[in-house]
């Protein structure tokens, strides 16, 4: 997880809305943070844009243009976005958070994969991109390090960062490369141009890492690896990887023809394609069953009713054997009669031969441990029906993967019959149970009689919370967790006197019983703008307690001179003209600053209460163009 000792988002409340916890990657264009949504109370991950491209305008726009596409777009392996929105400088992106690891993160400690868990790793990565090509949508950068395996085992193709209807592609200059150039195609790299089968083509180099360990083609500079994608073929995985099937060398050289012409046309038609590769992928033989007879022992009869009703059909229906003695008077029948009953005979025996033969029964197959629309899949081409039942928790098996068989593997069963595929739901999780207001020996006896177990403690100043008692949890009350998952705590530090020095004396005693303290006012003799706190007893941060006294020391203005109502009036010139300072109390920060720095004004944030809403500015009235307002939020 990457360092968040030096981070200033960390601790921040964005938007009013976004707690910011921990950074947990940075990359070209925005940083990534864990964050608690504390209006709907849930752990989100925030996409917070570089300042210096949240300058531009542009990509700005492009960047709100990519949250409203990919908020649209629904499906179980895209990682979802919720919200858009910007405070101050910040432009973000509120999205689903996925726990687990990447599957750059994978390569480098495995890696080459078995060509079977590589299909199953892309099967689901090619459903993602054809759900968005589906809806018109181009991701433009699929690489290893835009597909999260989660801890639960799902698939999910995050960062849609640079993803635009096709319909809009007059938007992207010619001449401009987006993405990375080791998953570039031909036609990205010398005309900018790209569509869903571009994405094909990062998808099948995808494939190749996958399959080999390594990129299909090596270089010192980037150029020279772009030239490659122009002027060579991608090589066959099995030159590098001779264990690697034939029918995956097709599928990848496929994907990564150089003319797109030549490709699949999207991500779905590459789908088809992976399912089919995976079916006709060799198993490993199955193990013998513990009750199969030893070489050379005779086999039990078939079942005993069966055989009877065999018998049973060779004989002539309805007629009982003549008592003994009996002297039946011979008939002749014609020859005819004699060859038509032969024929009824020697069809009946075929029939019947043919009923209780093996060709009419086969074997349920092995489809434990994949993924379940694969499995329908493979099971649907050897002509059984497929219901899909209700998933079963295990600790072991990923979500979404076949758990077991009704009827089981290696059952004989007639053919076309129905198999229920039970899929594994991950294993059983819990809800975080609600501790908050509880002492950490009772929170952590709590977490541990739920399932759960109770990990490392944090301590964070509270107005409302009493100091050493559960403030919140991570995961929040009510997340369903990993039976035996960790829980964090977070412990009450207690109230923290707030830092009101250069507030206005009015706006501080207003705010400081609004927190419940009761506050005194001194005047003293000072050089400060006059009516602005110069001292503060208890001192900024110490430990207090919910009504206690406070003393305010305010500066009523120096002995003799002039001074103006604003900060550092030696600047002033003479003649200056004044300009009206916006009253920008109670609005959100980020439009307060906007506001005061359109009207001329330089603009100082000094956080007190962490609401996202400015509750003291000073000063106000007027002040040359210039001056700098201090509000505090």
């Not at 299909?216 to 990887?241: C, F, I, K, N």
């Not at 038609?269 to 033989?285: F, G, I, N, S, Y």
């Not at 078939?302 to 002539?316: D, F, G, H, I, Y």
């Not at 009923?355 to 649907?380: C, H, M, Q």
Request: glycine fraction near 8%; hydrophobic fraction near 40%.
């Amino acid at each position: 997880m990457d360092t968040t000792v030096a981070d200033p988002l960390v601790g921040r409340v964005l938007d009013g809305r976004y707690r910011v916890e921990s950074r947990i990657a940075r990359g070209g264009m925005a940083a990534v943070y864990l964050a608690m949504d504390v209006r709907l109370d849930r752990t989100v991950a925030l996409k917070v844009m570089h300042r210096s491209l949240a300058e531009d305008p542009d990509f700005v726009r492009r960047f709100i243009g990519e949250a409203k596409s990919v908020a649209s777009l629904s499906h179980p392996n895209v990682v979802h976005v919720f919200d858009q929105g910007t405070d101050g400088d910040h432009v973000y992106l509120s999205m689903e958070y996925v726990p687990g690891r990447t599957l750059r993160d994978v390569l480098r400690q495995r890696g080459r994969l078995p060509a079977r868990e590589a299909l199953e790793i892309m099967i689901p990565v090619l459903a993602a991109l054809g759900a968005a090509h589906q809806a018109g949508m181009v991701h433009r950068d699929v690489k290893p390090e835009n597909v999260l395996l989660s801890d639960d085992g799902r698939v999910k193709v995050v960062d849609f960062g640079l993803a635009r209807a096709i319909e809009a592609g007059n938007q992207t200059r010619t001449g401009v490369m987006i993405g990375t150039i080791a998953y570039m195609s031909p036609e990205q790299v010398t005309a900018g141009v790209t569509d869903a089968r571009s994405d094909v083509y990062a998808a099948g180099v995808m494939l190749f890492e996958l399959l080999t360990g390594r990129q299909p083609y090596q270089g010192e500079t980037p150029m020279s690896v772009a030239y490659r994608h122009v002027h060579d073929r991608v090589p066959a995985p099995s030159s590098l990887a001779p264990e690697s099937p034939a029918v995956l060398d097709r599928l990848v050289l496929s994907a990564t023809d150089r003319d797109p012409n030549h490709r699949p046309a999207d991500a779905t038609a590459l789908l088809v394609a992976a399912v089919e590769a995976h079916r006709t992928l060799p198993r490993d033989p199955a193990p013998r069953p513990a009750h199969a007879a030893p070489a050379g022992a005779h086999p039990a009869p078939a079942n005993p009713t069966l055989v009877q009703s065999r018998t049973e059909m060779l004989t002539t229906p309805g007629v009982a054997p003549p008592p003994p003695g009996h002297r039946e008077r011979r008939r002749v029948r014609p020859v005819w009669f004699i060859v038509a009953l032969a024929v009824v005979m020697t069809g009946a025996i075929g029939a019947t031969g043919w009923w209780f033969s093996e060709g009419r029964y086969t074997k349920v197959p092995d489809l434990l441990g994949i993924n379940v629309t694969v499995a329908k899949a493979e099971a649907e081409k050897e002509g059984f029906a497929v219901k899909i039942g209700q998933p079963e928790n295990d600790n072991k098996l990923g979500e979404n993967k076949v758990l077991r068989t009704d009827p089981e593997s290696g059952r004989e069963v007639v053919q076309g019959a129905v198999i229920t595929l039970i899929p594994s739901a991950g294993p059983r999780k819990i809800a975080v149970p609600n501790v908050v207001n509880l002492s950490e020996a009772d929170a952590r006896s709590k977490i541990s009689e739920a399932g759960l177990t109770a990990g490392a403690v944090s301590r964070v100043p509270s107005d409302t919370v009493q100091r050493g008692l559960v403030l919140r949890t991570s995961p929040q009350v009510g997340t369903r967790v990993k039976e035996g998952g960790t829980v964090q705590i977070v412990l009450s530090a207690g109230q923290l006197m707030p830092d009101v020095s250069e507030m206005q004396c009015d706006q501080a005693d207003a705010f400081l019983r609004g927190k419940g303290f009761t506050p005194t006012v001194v005047q003293q003799t000072d050089d400060a703008q006059p009516g602005t706190v110069i001292a503060q007893s208890p001192a900024a941060r110490a430990e207090v307690t919910a009504g206690q006294g406070v003393q305010l020391t305010c500066s009523k203005g120096p002995d003799t001179g002039f001074h103006w109502p604003w900060e550092n009036p030696e600047n002033v010139q003479p003649g200056q003209a004044l300009v009206a300072i916006p009253d920008v109390r109670f609005k959100k920060v980020g439009e307060a600053a906007q506001e005061l720095r359109t009207a001329g004004f330089k603009v100082r944030v000094r956080k007190i209460a962490g609401t996202g809403a400015v509750v003291a500015e000073n000063p106000l009235g007027q002040a040359p163009a210039g001056t700098r307002i201090t509000i505090w939020h």
